[in-house]
DNA sequence: TTAAATTTTTAGACTAATCTAAATTTTTTA
DNA sequence: TAAAAAATTTAGATTAGTCTAAAAATTTAA
């Protein structure tokens, strides 16, 4: 078994990953507010366990045994997310910090009888997808709302920000995941845009659209 | 915050004071599974946090806050425990392990609503008493089942092992919470049980009647 | 009531995870 | 393409929790 530490370096590389194709010991660093000297402790140790491949000053990418670590971690933190809502009636933007903690949880037996008890979810409630028990998920093609012209329309299916403060902006604005929105205007100089959502009108900045997905 | 560690010292010292008034280095060291020099140490610390009163070679009692932790500990456990029994089908001698992991988990939030979810419930699935988000909870008055005389009946309202071998036996017997038990037969010699339960009569042994709790 | 047994504490060491400061390597840029 | 800047690693400490072995205190019992 892991320390909660290790499973928590491996789902940082795990999302950085997913952008870069490789994760940086300062990204690592930053996205786990520690510092990039303690980062090399910990990857020197990762790669002992064959965790991550590392080659000093090359960044670094997971193993097949360190992914199937990190995915795990990553469905229980989707799957708990999904209970505290659906079950706890928590708001989306306050179930980050529980699930952090909740995910590290070990019980194999737990989390599946959880899935069962709320009936296998696909999407945590930002529009994540959840691994299923053998690791398996969709990586559903989304785009930003920002990408889309005038008079398009589509599904809201996820966000790229999940700070509680964006979440309870789009919270407010009813901009919630599976709202058919169209957009309606685009202004030339900022950017900013005015959609509808629930036949009415709303006007949204670039930056919240960027942060805002869209199904394909 | 308190770690871990910390919490779980509590609990034990907490669970032991119940038994002898105040608890020694080596029945915690016994119960944590860890050896005396290493409560020492971490007694002088929670001492220095007020949390426990602790003289040398004296033994250990609570302080107020010292047991205000360690009540909640035992409730977020018990909670746990009922919603792992009664939500995801655990079996009783199932779900001891994974409460002792769940019962960690630090917010408050979580487990009020966890609380409210479940509908407020008194007494987890080994008849232990659930503190309130207060710390409140009635010691309902118990005895063994060994102390009751030829034709006496009882409830069955908690267990005094919680062995997941002796939980087996009973579940296997019915001999489970709130079922109704009448003495018919007392062995003198060996001081062995016949009695009846769901009109049927069983044989029990007197190491089986000590750890089994009657409601006075 | 003193010697033996038991319990508890101290001393000193180890591991995991972290840090700061200094050294090294890589990348950028002029 | 060499100097400057940025990123990364190493060196050496620190803290929390643990351990073994030895010393000290308390309890038991002859």
């Not at 020197?44 to 064959?50: I, N, T, W």
């Not at 019980?107 to 945590?124: A, H, T, V, W």
């Not at 599976?178 to 930056?207: C, F, M, P, W």
Request: charged fraction near 25%; charge should be negative.
């Amino acid at each position: 078994m892991n320390t909660f530490t290790e499973e928590n370096y491996l789902k940082a590389i795990f999302h950085l990953s997913l952008q870069n194709e490789y994760a940086s010991t300062n990204q690592i660093a930053s996205s786990l507010n520690t510092k990039a000297a303690s980062v090399t402790d910990m990857l020197k140790k990762l790669a002992d366990k064959h965790l991550i491949n590392y080659t000093k000053y090359q960044g670094v990418t997971l193993t097949p045994s360190g992914e199937k670590i990190a995915v795990d971690i990553i469905r229980k933190h989707r799957l708990w997310e999904y209970f505290l809502v659906e079950k706890l009636n928590f708001k989306w933007d306050e179930v980050h910090d529980v699930a952090e903690e909740l995910e590290h949880i070990s019980s194999k037996e737990l989390i599946n009888r959880l899935d069962e008890f709320m009936g296998y979810p696909k999407y945590d409630p930002h529009g994540d997808p959840i691994p299923d028990s053998n690791g398996l998920f969709k990586t559903h093609q989304l785009k930003p709302v920002s990408a889309l012209a005038i008079n398009e329309n589509g599904i809201i299916s996820g966000v790229r920000d999940h700070s509680p403060t964006y979440l309870q902006y789009l919270e407010k604005m009813h901009l919630t995941i599976g709202k058919k929105i169209t957009i309606r205007e685009i202004n030339a100089y900022d950017h900013s845009l005015t959609i509808e959502v629930n036949d009415q009108k709303i006007h949204i900045s670039r930056e919240v659209a960027n942060n805002l997905l869209i199904a394909i």
